[in-house]
């Protein structure tokens, strides 16, 4: 990770800086899948990766209140320049660590099966990635389901 990037707990004051950066960082229109509530809400177990006043990275996350020994990432992204340096890695490790913690081992995400970036990176990070799954998030919305047990060992 570069040395001039700090993380941060993320704040509810982030979102309108997360929103006004999503599409372009992913390449689609896909801010919508970030409403407020959010950062409103899990803004304690989300984090932003700032270099000075300016956000390079973040990851919005937070304690399933239904299965108690899992952890969810709603997202992750870091900005185009700032790829394939560790920042999303690092990212991750702190969220491992907040979720370890909390007695949470268990981490889940899902992504769609279009972003073969997200599916190689979560792949390379460690995660078990599914096959697509038909209709998983509703009609025509399939998605590739994520899952990392940090209690299981490294190959
Ligand atoms: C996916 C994403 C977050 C990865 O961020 P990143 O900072 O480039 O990832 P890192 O540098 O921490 O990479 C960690 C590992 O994954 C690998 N990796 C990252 N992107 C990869 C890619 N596109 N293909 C293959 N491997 C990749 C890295 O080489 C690295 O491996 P290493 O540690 O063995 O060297 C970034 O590409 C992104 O923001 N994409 C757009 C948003 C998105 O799709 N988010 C995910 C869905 S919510």
Same mark, same amino acid.
């Given at each position: 990770?570069?040395?001039?990037?700090?993380? $941060? &707990?993320?704040?509810?004051?982030? *979102?309108? !800086?997360? +929103? #006004?950066?999503?599409?372009?960082?992913? %390449?689609?229109?896909?801010?919508?899948?970030?409403?407020?509530?959010?950062?409103?809400?899990?803004?304690?177990?989300?984090?932003?990766?700032?270099?000075?006043?300016?956000?390079?990275?973040?990851?919005?996350?937070?304690?399933?209140?239904? $299965? &108690?020994?899992?952890?969810?990432? *709603?997202? !992750?992204? +870091? #900005?185009?320049?700032?790829?394939?340096? %560790?920042?999303?890695?690092?990212?991750?490790?702190?969220?491992?660590?907040?979720?370890?913690?909390?007695?949470?081992?268990?981490?889940?995400?899902?992504?769609?099966?279009?972003?073969?970036?997200?599916?190689?990176?979560?792949?390379?990070?460690?995660?078990?990635?599914?096959?697509?799954?038909?209709?998983?998030?509703?009609?025509?919305?399939?998605?590739?389901?994520?899952?990392?047990?940090?209690?299981?060992?490294?190959?």
């Amino acid at each position: 990770m570069a040395t001039d990037v700090e993380i $941060r &707990p993320a704040q509810p004051t982030d *979102h309108p !800086i997360l +929103v #006004a950066v999503m599409d372009e960082w992913w %390449g689609r229109p896909i801010s919508g899948i970030l409403p407020r509530l959010f950062l409103d809400h899990f803004c304690t177990t989300s984090f932003v990766a700032a270099s000075g006043d300016e956000v390079v990275g973040f990851l919005v996350g937070f304690p399933s209140p239904a $299965r &108690p020994d899992e952890a969810y990432v *709603h997202a !992750i992204a +870091v #900005a185009p320049g700032r790829r394939v340096a %560790g920042l999303a890695r690092v990212l991750y490790q702190r969220f491992f660590d907040a979720a370890l913690a909390d007695g949470r081992p268990v981490i889940r995400a899902v992504t769609s099966p279009v972003n073969e970036r997200s599916i190689a990176f979560h792949r390379r990070i460690g995660f078990t990635v599914s096959e697509p799954i038909a209709d998983y998030d509703g009609p025509g919305q399939d998605r590739v389901t994520f899952r990392l047990d940090l209690r299981a060992p490294a190959c």
